[in-house]
């Protein structure tokens, strides 16, 4: 299996992913599209992964903007990630992160974002948010699935605190 950045030629099959993986359901596969055609759409952090010739993984990190009274400043959220049902569970997810989350530290980014699973991302380094310092008021969601990750390892979230904002791609 290997790691690749997205092609305008994966459309179909990405869509296709994220419809299975979510349950035949076609908002995250929309929330792609959006995403691709907003300013907030970063080429090389739309990840595919791929195995003999078919895409078994996608993930999209973009920007977003973490806000407090005077500032803000720019950080990375993680979503959608999907994994084809039949090739979940073998490590496909944590390739597609890790592989994410490295090309986000070479850009220079300082945080990564999400909501997610409590009990899947503390492994690639993702810890409770609110209890450093930032806030999510568009969404109502349990403090424990508020996450982010510090690439610089402790010395940004000293100083960089507020509420993460999400652009408008994923307030539809
Ligand atoms: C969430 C999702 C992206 C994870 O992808 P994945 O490829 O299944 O994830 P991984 O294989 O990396 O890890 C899943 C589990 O398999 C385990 N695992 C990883 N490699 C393994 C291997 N070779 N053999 C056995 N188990 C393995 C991991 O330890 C992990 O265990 P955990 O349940 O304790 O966390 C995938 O399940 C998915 O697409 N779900 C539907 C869509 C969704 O919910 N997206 C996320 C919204 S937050």
Do not use: W
């Not at 992964?49 to 993984?57: K, R, Y």
């Amino acid at each position: 299996m290997k790691i690749r950045t997205e092609r305008i030629s994966d459309y179909e099959e990405v869509f296709q992913l994220n419809y299975l993986a979510f349950q035949n359901r076609e908002d995250e596969s929309r929330l792609i599209e959006r995403i691709g055609l907003s300013d907030q759409f970063i080429p090389e952090l739309s990840l595919i992964a791929e195995e003999n010739h078919h895409i078994v993984g996608h993930v999209v990190f973009s920007k977003a903007e973490v806000v407090d009274e005077e500032n803000s400043h720019e950080v990375i959220v993680l979503a959608p990630i999907a994994v084809m049902p039949s090739h979940q569970k073998r490590g496909v997810g944590s390739k597609l992160i890790q592989e994410g989350l490295k090309r986000c530290a070479e850009l220079g980014y300082e945080f990564v974002f999400l909501i997610g699973h409590p009990t899947y991302y503390p492994k690639f380094g993702f810890k409770p948010a609110k209890k450093y310092g930032f806030e999510l008021k568009q969404f109502r969601v349990p403090d424990e699935v508020f996450m982010f990750c510090d690439l610089k390892e402790g010395t940004a979230t000293q100083q960089i605190k507020g509420e993460l904002v999400y652009p408008k791609s994923f307030l539809i």
